[in-house]
């Protein structure tokens, strides 16, 4: 039987998306044959991603923006992040000069101490504009700039300076929210419960998923984590926590290394949970012990338990928020960490949740992966958790492994 493997995997997963009557076309069978015209096949690909486009714009954050004046319109999440920093803005400068990857330098310790004179000459420049503009981190290696605090009253002045002297762009932060969890009686259709999971031998549990993906069998072989680290940009991890080894202080021998960059200080302890839940699918030590879908008792461990764990909080003690200025200083942070100071850092994740559409390849967000995935650290990136596709989530580059759930869960 003659088959075109991949292309005919490809389309089976797209059937799945799409009617199938568009399919016809590209597909045709000749006895037991299957045979694939690729060049149909590929006008298929070009048609979806129309579409696929097309269903974008009608649910584009676009369509929902507050218009400021003067030509200045911000989507309704990133205004509702300026509304919750009382009407102050997080904002990327970025530089002319190249970032650390893009000027071909080889000491990023020797590049940031000529950078240095650049930023304080854009520094100059910026509040000769904008006299209250509150400049927060340095970039080098992310893009070669920084992240700032700026009123609403003088952000127009900013952006201004975009193209200007040493200043080449001024990226307004979008945002990400944290979504509540909301009470399943007030939408019961919406929701699957865990009893009625339970009886079809699908529980969402860890226990169980785990074994799923085979990881005991990679423990036994040795593959534990060991050796590795691992960064949470999240909402924090509780470093107290039984599951990573019940420490009182932090850093700690599980938790060596950690920044509270949406507070701007040295404690990153999760106050909403979401942030402890992913670092313990990623490393938890399994010191507690839970019945599997079989009814065995085994330990709660995360998929590489003995993998140490970086957190980057980017969600603020008291709001729902995170902005791209901060994840973007995240990511430098974790660069400096790995190419500076050696740090084994094999994985990022990012389980941030908002639904932003396609993002330019330009954004600081995307030129930060784009930039960390070169220092040799691969991001795993949410992808969604709505059950049925409407748009592609951000944040979107071809330097991850994105991610997502077909049940809302």
Do not use: C
């Not at 797209?14 to 096949?41: K, N």
């Not at 339970?198 to 085979?214: F, Q, R, Y």
Request: proline letters at 4%; glycine letters at 8%.
């Amino acid at each position: 039987m003659r088959k075109v493997v991949s292309l005919v995997l490809a389309a089976l997963l797209m059937v799945t998306l799409f009617p199938l009557g568009i399919f016809a076309s590209a597909l045709a069978t000749s006895g037991d044959d299957v045979i694939v015209d690729p060049v149909v096949l590929q006008e298929l690909a070009d048609n979806i991603r129309k579409e696929l486009l097309s269903d974008v714009k009608k649910t584009s954050v676009s369509t929902e923006s507050v218009d400021l004046g003067g030509g200045l319109i911000l989507s309704k999440t990133a205004y509702e992040g300026v509304e919750a920093l009382e009407n102050n803005v997080k904002v990327v400068v970025e530089l002319s000069d190249p970032s650390f990857f893009e000027s071909g330098a080889k000491d990023l310790k020797q590049f940031k101490e000529k950078a240095a004179q650049a930023h304080s000459k854009a520094l100059q420049e910026v509040k000769s504009a904008v006299p209250n503009f509150e400049k927060q981190y340095d970039l080098y290696s992310t893009v070669n700039g920084f992240t700032g605090l700026v009123s609403l009253d003088e952000l127009k002045n900013l952006l201004s300076l975009a193209g200007k002297g040493s200043i080449s762009h001024v990226y307004i932060s979008e945002v990400y929210q944290i979504s509540a969890i909301e009470d399943p009686a007030e939408d019961p259709a919406s929701y699957i419960y865990y009893e009625d999971m339970k009886e079809i031998g699908v529980t969402p549990d860890m226990v169980n998923s785990a074994p799923l993906i085979g990881a005991p069998e990679a423990w036994d072989l040795g593959y534990t984590g060991s050796g590795t680290y691992v960064a949470v940009i999240d909402t924090g991890i509780d470093y107290t926590h039984e599951n990573f080894g019940g420490y009182s202080t932090f850093p700690n021998e599980k938790i060596p290394y950690g920044k509270d960059f949406a507070d701007g200080d040295e404690d990153p302890m999760d106050h909403n949970g979401h942030g402890t839940h992913v670092a313990g699918t990623v490393a938890g030590i399994g010191k507690a012990e839970f019945q599997d879908k079989d009814g065995n008792w085994v330990s709660l461990k995360g998929i590489a338990p003995d993998a140490k764990l970086i957190v980057a909080k980017v969600f603020a003690d008291d709001s729902p928020y995170a902005y791209t200025a901060d994840i973007v200083a995240a990511i430098e942070y974790l660069i400096k960490l790995k190419v500076e100071d050696d740090v084994n850092i094999v994985a990022a994740n990012m389980s941030l949740g908002s639904d932003k559409g396609f993002d330019a390849p330009t954004d600081p967000e995307q030129e930060a992966i784009k930039n960390a995935h070169e220092a040799g650290i691969t991001f795993a990136i949410s992808a969604g958790n709505e059950a049925f596709l409407t748009m592609l989530w951000a944040p979107i580059t071809s330097e991850q492994i994105q991610m997502a759930s077909t049940l809302p869960i």
